[in-house]
């Protein structure tokens, strides 16, 4: 169950996810008005949010985790409490190109919108390409997509000839933000052949039609399968760094 606690100065948010882990993991978030930091507040938050995560796990095993700036109070907080790293991410950004982008797509294969195609095959070929997880089941991939800032007009989806689904990039744009990769994902026996290039060519050229200045992304550090020099590659650069800590009973 979802829990929230918000006072005058501070919120903390507790957010269940089922897991292909050994459990469930409670992701926990939160903030303290910068007028009211470095008074315990949020040392207070924090362990409010792992009591209710523990409570809703009812004995049974789980994790709370916790994702902050690498360096920041959130992380020095986390690690005080006695939340272990789990994985490090890098937060990479790049400005939307004016000029075209040339999509070269790969033989046999179309790229199409978002909102123009059947989502019923998305959950099951997403959780294959993310074999490590976080596994997404109905219910979360339920809260995946209706979210409202998952715009399928500016995600992509590629397909073979045959209508066999290949890959697929999911984008966000929060109000007044800039547009977030989500996610990119191919299907293992398509990859290496220029798909996940294609696919992301094709949401920067729809971030240029809808006049969006710039697109971030985080990439596991442990990604093994050359996500980050991919993204590098296609002018993506490093703006900073953060890290996922986690108590797990
Ligand atoms: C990361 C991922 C999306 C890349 O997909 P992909 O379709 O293999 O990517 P591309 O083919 O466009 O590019 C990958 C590499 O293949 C090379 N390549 C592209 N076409 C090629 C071809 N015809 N022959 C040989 N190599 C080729 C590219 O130059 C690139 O090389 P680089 O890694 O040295 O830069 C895919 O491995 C994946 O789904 N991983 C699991 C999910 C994940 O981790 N996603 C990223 C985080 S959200």
Not at 8 to 33: E, I, K, N, R
Not at 68 to 78: D, I, T
Not at 159 to 174: K, N, P, Q, T
Not at 189 to 218: F, H, K, Y
């Amino acid at each position: 169950m979802w829990q929230s606690f918000t006072g005058g100065a501070s919120y903390g948010l507790v957010l269940p996810s089922p897991s292909v882990d050994t459990a469930p993991a409670s992701f926990l978030a939160g903030q303290v008005h910068p007028d009211f930091q470095r008074r315990g507040i949020g040392r207070a938050l924090m362990t409010w949010e792992i009591d209710r995560a523990l409570e809703d796990r009812k004995g049974r095993p789980g994790t709370a985790e916790v994702t902050a700036p690498e360096g920041s109070a959130a992380h020095r907080l986390a690690c005080n409490l006695g939340l272990q790293e789990k994985r490090r991410w890098r937060q990479l950004h790049r400005t939307v190109p004016q000029n075209s982008l040339q999509v070269l797509m790969p033989h046999r294969v179309r790229v199409a919108r978002g909102d123009e195609v059947d989502h019923d095959p998305l959950r099951e070929h997403r959780n294959r390409c993310f074999h490590h997880g976080p596994y997404l089941d109905a219910s979360a991939w339920a809260e995946f997509t209706r979210g409202s800032d998952l715009r399928w007009d500016l995600s992509r989806v590629a397909y073979e000839e045959s209508g066999e689904l290949v890959g697929a990039i999911y984008v966000r744009v929060a109000p007044g933000h800039d547009a977030y990769i989500d996610s990119l994902v191919v299907s293992p026996e398509w990859r290496r052949r220029g798909v996940a290039t294609a696919l992301l060519r094709s949401t920067l050229g729809a971030l240029q039609d809808q006049g969006i200045p710039g697109v971030a992304l985080d990439v596991n550090t442990s990604n093994t399968s050359g996500a980050a020099s991919l993204y590098e590659r296609e002018g993506f650069r490093q703006t900073g760094a953060l890290v996922t800590l986690a108590l797990t009973w």
